[in-house]
């Protein structure tokens, strides 16, 4: 078990990152307890019974982020299940629903966010209230430096641009 809370900022750019998202934004009266929840899971995460270096954290009220430094202990299938586990128990605990990939976050002209199922979002595609300089999240980056530099990008450079 880690003791100290680790950044994210701490790890390596080559670290893996998980990235879940609520269907709906969480109320600012459960992000500290939801962050706390988190904190506390990542100091105890473990891969055959070594501690893994992660991090995590809640971001702009809907997504969970989970991050290992796989250059001393890689998370094996273990280790994926029990943080899968703990997100389930978050979302039964909570009313909550992170495991719709199928339902994509953007933010519009005036920086607020949506959360919308991919149906939605190809209509609002069509009928012009985003666009392709919208941008959106993508919730599919597989290393911190993905992370960093391509979670928020506009949808003509993602994935969700097959989707309209």
Not at 46 to 59: E, I, P, T, W
Not at 79 to 95: C, E, M, P, R, T
Request: proline share 2%; with cysteine; glycine share 4%.
């Amino acid at each position: 078990m880690i003791d100290q809370i680790i950044p994210i900022h701490a790890l390596p750019e080559s670290a893996r990152v998980w990235v879940y998202q609520s269907k709906e934004p969480l109320a600012d009266s459960l992000v500290t307890e939801i962050r706390q929840h988190i904190q506390s899971f990542v100091r105890q995460w473990v891969s055959h019974n070594q501690a893994l270096r992660a991090a995590g954290d809640l971001l702009l009220n809907r997504f969970v982020v989970l991050i290992v430094d796989e250059s001393q202990a890689g998370a094996s299938g273990c280790s994926i299940d029990s943080s899968v586990h703990f997100l389930k128990n978050l979302q039964a605990n909570y009313g909550l629903d992170f495991f719709d990939r199928m339902y994509f976050t953007y933010e519009d002209q005036h920086g607020d966010m949506h959360t919308v199922s991919s149906a939605d979002f190809a209509v609002a595609y069509r009928n012009g209230h985003i666009n392709d300089r919208t941008y959106v999240f993508d919730t599919l980056v597989k290393t911190k430096q993905e992370f960093d530099q391509h979670f928020r990008k506009p949808l003509s450079e993602s994935w969700h641009a097959r989707m309209v």
